[in-house]
C-alpha cells in the first residue's frame, strides 16, 4: 500500500521537473535577450552599420528556424532528453563565443550557434513540458520565453551600465548557468521512448496535420502580429528608446524590451483561465492600441508615452502568442505534438527576423521615426485583421 510519503513523492518529482524544463526555457531565451543592449556597444567598438546590427539579430533567427526545421521532430525519435542535452552543449560553446568575440565575424558566428542550439533545443522543451504537465505545461511554454527575454535584456543593460567587463560578463554568467542545467538534467525523467526514424527526421519538414490547418490559418495572424512586435523590440528597440529618451544609457533600452515581455507574460497568466477566442480578441484589440500609443510617444519624442504604449500592448502580444498556441497544441495528433510545435515556433521567429531585418534596411534610406511609423502600421493592421478573422467565427475557436 503506498503511503502518503509515497504519494507526496510521486506528485513532487512532475513538479521539481516542470519547474526546470522551465527554468532551462528561460535561460534559453534570457541568453538571446543578453547581446540587445549590447548592440550600440558593438556597434561603436566595431564600426558596422545599422544593416549588419539587426543582421547579427536575424542570423539568430535564421539559424533557430533551420534548427526547428531540421530538429523539430527529433525529440520524437531519441526522446527529450537527449535533444535537449544537445542544445544545452552547443549553448555553451556559443556562450564561449560571445566572451572571446572581438570582431563582428565571431559575433555573427556566436549568434548563429545561439540560434542553433535554442532551434534545437526549443521544440524538444515546449513538448517535455506539455508531456510532463497537460495543464499547466502550455501555460509555462507560453510565459517562460517571454520572462526568460525580458529578464536577458534587463539584467544584461543593467550589467552594462553597472558592472565592469559590459561585453563579456553577462555571457560569462549564462555560461555557469547553462553548465549547471547539463548536469541537472541527469535528474529528469524521460517522457518518450526512442524508436527507429531519428535519420529520416532531420529532413525539413514544416508539416501541418490536416485537422489542425483550418485553425491554424485563423489563429496564427495574431502570433505573427504579436512576435512582429517582439522582434521590433529586440533589434531596434534598444536604439529607438535612445533616442526618444535622448539618454544615453544601455538600461533604458533593456526596460523597454523587459516590459514588453513581462507585461506579455503578465498577460498570459491573467488569461490562463479565459476561452481561447476571448485571449486572441484581447490580443487584437490592446497589441493595436499599444502601438498607436508607441507611435504617439515617437511623435512627441516623449519616452514615458512610449513605455507606456509598450505597457498596453505587452498583454497583447502574449495573449497572441498564448491564444494562437492553445488554439493550435489542443489539436495536435498523439506524436504530431513536437513537430506541430516546430512549425508554430517557425512562424513566430520568422514573423520577429523578417520584418526586423527589413526595417533596419530601410533606417539606411528613411531613418528610425519613418521605419518605426511604417513598422507599427504594419503590426497594427495585421492585429486588427487578426481580430477580423476571430470575429468572424464566433463559434469556432473556444
Not at 563582428?104 to 524538444?124: D, F, N, P
Not at 555571457?171 to 555557469?176: D, I, R, V
Not at 507611435?295 to 516623449?302: E, K
Not at 511609423?373 to 464566433?394: D, E, F, K, P
Amino acid at each position: 500500500m503506498a503511503t502518503a510519503a509515497d504519494t507526496t513523492a510521486e506528485n513532487a518529482a512532475p513538479t521539481h521537473q516542470l519547474l526546470f524544463y522551465t527554468l532551462v526555457v528561460v535561460a534559453f531565451l534570457a541568453a538571446s535577450g543578453v547581446p540587445t543592449p549590447l548592440y550600440p556597444l558593438y556597434q561603436a567598438s566595431w564600426h558596422f552599420s545599422t544593416p549588419m546590427l539587426t543582421l547579427a539579430f536575424a542570423i539568430y533567427m535564421f539559424a533557430l528556424l533551420l534548427a526547428l526545421l531540421m530538429t523539430g521532430r527529433l525529440s520524437e525519435y531519441l526522446g527529450r532528453r537527449p535533444v535537449i542535452l544537445l542544445g544545452l552543449a552547443i549553448e555553451v560553446v556559443a556562450m564561449l563565443g560571445f566572451l572571446v568575440a572581438q570582431d563582428l565575424g565571431v559575433l555573427l558566428l556566436a549568434r548563429a550557434l545561439q540560434g542553433l542550439a535554442t532551434g534545437i533545443a526549443t521544440s524538444a522543451l515546449g513538448a517535455a513540458l506539455i508531456d510532463t504537465d497537460h495543464r499547466r505545461g502550455p501555460i509555462l511554454a507560453s510565459v517562460a520565453p517571454l520572462v526568460g527575454m525580458g529578464l536577458g535584456a534587463l539584467c544584461s543593460g543593467f550589467l552594462v551600465d553597472l558592472a565592469p567587463y559590459p561585453m563579456r560578463l553577462g555571457f560569462l554568467l549564462m555560461t555557469g548557468i547553462f553548465v549547471w542545467q547539463l548536469i541537472g538534467l541527469r535528474g529528469t525523467q524521460e517522457s518518450v521512448s526512442p524508436r527507429p526514424g531519428a535519420l529520416a527526421s532531420l529532413k525539413p519538414t514544416a508539416r501541418i496535420p490536416v485537422s489542425v490547418r483550418p485553425t491554424f490559418l485563423r489563429v496564427i495572424p495574431a502570433c505573427i502580429a504579436s512576435w512582429s512586435l517582439g522582434g521590433f523590440s529586440l533589434s531596434l528597440g534598444p536604439v529607438l528608446a535612445r533616442q526618444v529618451s535622448g539618454i544615453d544609457n544601455a538600461m533604458i533600452g533593456g526596460l523597454l524590451v523587459c516590459l514588453l515581455a513581462v507585461m506579455g507574460a503578465l498577460g498570459v497568466w491573467c488569461l490562463q483561465r479565459q476561452n481561447t477566442r476571448w485571449i486572441l480578441m484581447l490580443s487584437g484589440i490592446l497589441l493595436p492600441l499599444g502601438m498607436a500609443i508607441v507611435l504617439w510617444g515617437v511623435a512627441r519624442h516623449d519616452i514615458l508615452i512610449l513605455l507606456a504604449g509598450i505597457t498596453v500592448a505587452g498583454p497583447g502580444f502574449g495573449a497572441g502568442f498564448m491564444g494562437a498556441m492553445r488554439a493550435i497544441m489542443s489539436l495536435a495528433p498523439q506524436g504530431e505534438r513536437s513537430s506541430l510545435m516546430a512549425v508554430l515556433y517557425v512562424a513566430s521567429y520568422l514573423s520577429a527576423s523578417l520584418p526586423a531585418l527589413m526595417a533596419g534596411i530601410a533606417m539606411q534610406r528613411f531613418g528610425l521615426a519613418s521605419t518605426v511609423y511604417g513598422y507599427g502600421t504594419y503590426v497594427i493592421v495585421l492585429s486588427l485583421s487578426a481580430l477580423v478573422g476571430v470575429l468572424s467565427q464566433r463559434q469556432a475557436t473556444k
